[in-house]
């Protein structure tokens, strides 16, 4: 429902910030009732332009919003089922009972066009405006936009090398050994370096000692009316031993039932790739050497639907867990799919590489799933949705037309929030970074045997700065902004990767024929070497990640500053200040007996 | 100097907390501006007896005294070479020409007799009063305490698991597979358990979340006076480029030439171990099977002196790195130390157990290190000091008597600080962490081919709690409290040490002779399986981490409880003070235009 009449009441063009959308019936007294406690907050409020910026402004103001609380109130007005009790957010009662239907920010076509023309409409190569993207979505989003960009200039390097590697003879397979060492070399370094680059853009967005606000249930928790021993306020509760329960007895089998069902297709896959391989050796034309890719590509794209369902069912799985905080729920699914993923997407390469030791057809399947599952997911995360996205926009212009003529061209206020209100909604970097981890995954652990890897997922890299970017200003509604210091549980996620790539390697190392030619009597000293020289550098690494500091040292210097300017604040404000006596804690009358 | 007129003016007993020791020439001029000083800062100071423990009292003084800066002084009255500039601590520059020769806290002999009596006195076998040990010598030594006698406990089922082992014919060596499991899990869980107990412990002394001050430079540092970027106070400058170049080009080759030594002399002790054998198999006679000790007894000996020789050597290298920090200098000497003494102490059972591939051998080699090094570090370490301590005080005892007769039993004040400025100044806990550390890696790594290693370690532990706290209330002057929320870089040593003992424990798993018959054809297959297993175990390990809270859950219930009501209590002082408009941040008018 569009109050028309609230809009555009003054000359000048009025800016909302966020937009709340209730259902289409909703009662006027629940209206009436939401609008009189916004306004109760709102009774110090004052205007902040300029001094934060648009996301700090809509972050808070979802904040404000999320902590309006129910103080006698029952229920709400009009809604007897929609059940309230003092301290209940009203917001996540109003959400859950799909009273309002969705709260989002509403882009600003001014800053997006700007923002849009240095992000992806330049035709000149350049780094992205990480800053503006800040200013517009919050740091969460540009820290995934930066390291995108830190991921793709880290994999500059290694494209270098590779491509003479993969067009001069370096390719046999015998001589992969440097490329292995240089691999796991590699996987370390880059993901230290991260976390100073991570650091330098969190301290210079001020997010990097940013103290965790105090986490609301989430909205779809539910339990029994309790109370929270933390807050002390009445709080649904739900017992952690049930919630154990669900974990370890349906969510866990669920996922081993997963895993084995991916390795069952795994094993389809093997037996169709020897079908096609016989009928190319019974018959050697083009179109049967063709046919060899065909199970590849094949049983990408089944991984890549194995992938997409399972995360529904993922996501299914831990709402049920009923996780109090959004931060736990959110750790239950990285965890579920992660996991998941890592096995469907890598198992058929494991086994290729370390069972079937074929390294020709290790390099084949890894090319085929590398180049199909970027083409699905180009295909999926960017031309779809802005197709469908098209097409609505389409429809919704023409009926406006119908209705009424404009002459300006711009469209008024109440069309754009109608326009962005269809829009899809951005459902977090999850996905990005998943993808991202992915790519990782793909280079770091078998590259060394496919040296175009790198090259592929560099030349991804790009188009997804570009698709995602598009896709964020065009294509879904604005997010709201999140404040964040670094790249969260997918740093740990990226590192779990970089430790069983250099296991990996070292492995690929030890059955190379070269290696293997220095123990021409023995396979066990072959083994027990390449154990020894595998936990030397899982050593090595474990010591590498203490001694690169994890923030650079002169910003390490500012904030001690900071910190050392705040304390020498506080002692001349307690020397000044009588009520506080902090020198009569010091009993130095007692000093000194004997000098 | 000891200004007896200051003493016991007044007809009740007065007790002062730190003494100053001058040096017996210091010009009166030095004393005068030093005592003004200390009166220019004490002029605000009051009694705070009874809100602090007596160590933190202690602990305060020190703080003011190591922060008693220098103005415009160029130098210390009367010493015109002890160069002052502003900012520099004064206490640190007295000290480190020499003119205060130290500062120490007095002992008060009432605490301490009902200290020692409910510590060590009593016959009753119950556990340490660790608050009591708390309050009078603060947190740091109290953790220590805690830690050993948790490790003491950890260590029971372990032993009671050992001794059955020992006695019946569970003690051929073919069945310490059972054993070795055992311990690859208690290694890993009690180190976990102890950050959960080490935790409460901190809580309820209340330096669980304390923050860390800032640093000052220790009083060795020395370079150019230059200015501090974070203070912007006057102080020396070292660049740390050279200091990395001691480091690496100096210290690090001393270290691998003690390395080198060490392995040279294990090699020695080889020799003779060979020399005896063979003279028991030519002649096996009671007096020749005793002679096969004496190697084993001869090199353990050997190993504590050169961990004695060693450990001057590396304080002396450390302290010429010139490190700013002391927490920097600590880590540095910790690091040298532990290296060193981890392979002067275990190289030669990884020696035995996985070149030789003896078990009798090392088994026994075990059993005399193990033994002799307790037997020697109880006595350099308790019944040595005490000794000497006591004929120190018998001398000083005598002397006073010859001067005058008391008829109190008690010794006066001037005779107490006399007796204790003569005691030997307590060195801090890292000698007893890295006993313990020792003992530890003897218990984890090999004790399944020793299973009474437990049994003995339990036995030290028991002795060491009673010579520790004897030597900390009768031998040593009392040491400065050192507030402290947990052990500090010794959890990480442990836990390295765990990991070590996993993956010695996979090794000698793999190398016994039940697991071998499993794999009669092929030894590849054997290699390979015990290192899949032993990459889960540490995959395992490593998740165990995560899901064993650091901090137990109503620890950290009380700890949110605190930080949301500080919290509220500031919404609450913000919102009354007209000063801060905290609201007005919030564009607040801005909000709701479509509803």
């Known amino acids: ?33 939401l609008l009189s406690r916004i306004r109760d907050r709102q009774q110090n409020g004052g ?18 919003l999320d902590t309006l609380r129910a103080k006698e109130e029952t229920n709400v007005p009009g809604y007897s089922h929609a059940k309230l009790y003092p301290g209940k957010s009203i917001i996540r009662r109003l959400l859950s009972k799909r ?16 923002l ?3 992000w ?7 780094l992205q405006p990480l800053d503006d993207i800040r200013h517009y979505y919050g740091e969460g989003q540009a820290l995934y936009f930066g390291f995108l960009e830190y991921f793709t200039f880290a994999l500059v390097p290694m494209a270098l090398i590779g491509v003479p590697y993969y067009l001069f003879d370096w390719e046999d397979y015998d001589k992969y050994v440097v490329f292995a060492v240089f691999n796991l070399i590699w996987c370390t370094v880059i993901l230290e370096l991260w976390k100073r680059r991570s650091a330098s853009l969190a301290y210079y967005w001020g997010t990097l000692c940013r103290k965790k606000a105090f986490e609301e249930p989430r909205p779809g928790f539910h339990g029994v009316l309790g109370h929270n021993p933390v807050t002390g306020r009445a709080e649904p509760i739900y017992p952690t031993s049930k919630r154990h329960l669900r974990v370890y007895l349906v969510s866990l089998p669920f996922v081993l039932l997963c895993l084995y069902l991916s390795l069952y297709i795994m094993m389809i896959y093997f037996q169709m790739e020897g079908w096609a391989l016989s009928i190319y050796d019974e018959n050697p034309t083009f179109w049967t050497h063709i046919l060899l890719f065909i199970p590849s590509i094949i049983y990408a794209v089944v991984i890549e639907a194995m992938n997409l369902i399972y995360r529904y069912a993922a996501e299914f799985l831990t709402e049920w867990e009923n996780h109090r905080l959004e931060s ?5 699914l990285v965890l579920k799919v992660l996991v998941f993923n890592f096995f469907n997407c890598f198992a058929s390469l494991f086994y290729i590489a370390f069972v079937m030791q074929d390294m020709e057809l290790l390099r084949q399947s890894l090319a085929t799933l590398l180049i199909t599952s970027q083409i699905l997911n180009q295909f999926m995360e960017a031309f779809l949705p802005y197709w ?25 206020l109440v069309e754009q929030v109608r326009l962005e209100a269809d829009m899809s909604t951005y459902l977090g970097t999850f996905d990005d970074y998943l993808e991202l981890f992915l790519l990782f995954g793909y280079v770091s652990l078998f590259s060394c045997v496919f040296p175009l890897a790198a090259v592929l997922v560099v030349l991804n890299n790009i188009t997804e700065v570009y698709s995602d970017a598009f896709k964020m200003c065009r294509v879904f ?7 964040a210091a670094n790249i969260g549980v997918w740093q740990l996620a990226f590192e779990a990767m970089s430790v069983i790539a250099v296991v990996t390697n070292c492995a690929l190392i030890g059955m190379s024929p070269q290696v293997r030619s220095y123990f021409p009597e023995s396979e066990t000293q072959l083994i027990l070497c390449t154990v020894a020289a595998e936990h030397v550098l899982l050593g090595f690494k474990f010591i590498l990640t203490f001694l690169i500091q994890d923030v650079p040292k002169h910003i390490q210097d500012k904030l001690a500053r900071l910190e050392f300017e705040s304390l020498e604040a506080l002692k001349k404000k307690v020397k000044s200040d009588s009520a506080l006596t902090f020198f009569t804690l010091l009993p130095l009358s007692k000093l000194l007996p004997v000098l």
Chains 1, 2 share one sequence.
């Open 1 to 33: 429902m569009l109050q028309e009449s609230s809009v555009d009441s003054s000359g000048s063009r009025f800016a909302p910030l966020v937009v709340l959308e209730l259902a289409s019936d909703t009662k006027e007294e629940a209206i009436a009732w």
């Open 47 to 64: 205007d902040g332009d300029g001094f934060l910026s648009m996301a700090e402004c809509q972050y808070v103001i979802k904040h404000e």
């Open 99 to 114: 009273i309002l239907i969705q709260m989002f920010p509403l882009h600003e076509n001014e800053e997006l066009k700007r």
């Open 116 to 118: 849009s023309f240095s």
């Open 120 to 126: 992806y409409k330049k035709v000149k190569v350049s």
């Open 328 to 332: 736990s729920y959110q750790n239950h």
């Open 388 to 412: 469908l996205q098209r097409r609505r926009n389409k429809k919704m212009i023409r009926k406006i037309q119908k209705r009424r003529l404009y002459e300006e061209k711009e469209l008024p």
């Open 477 to 483: 509604k604005r997010p709201f902004a999140d404040p």
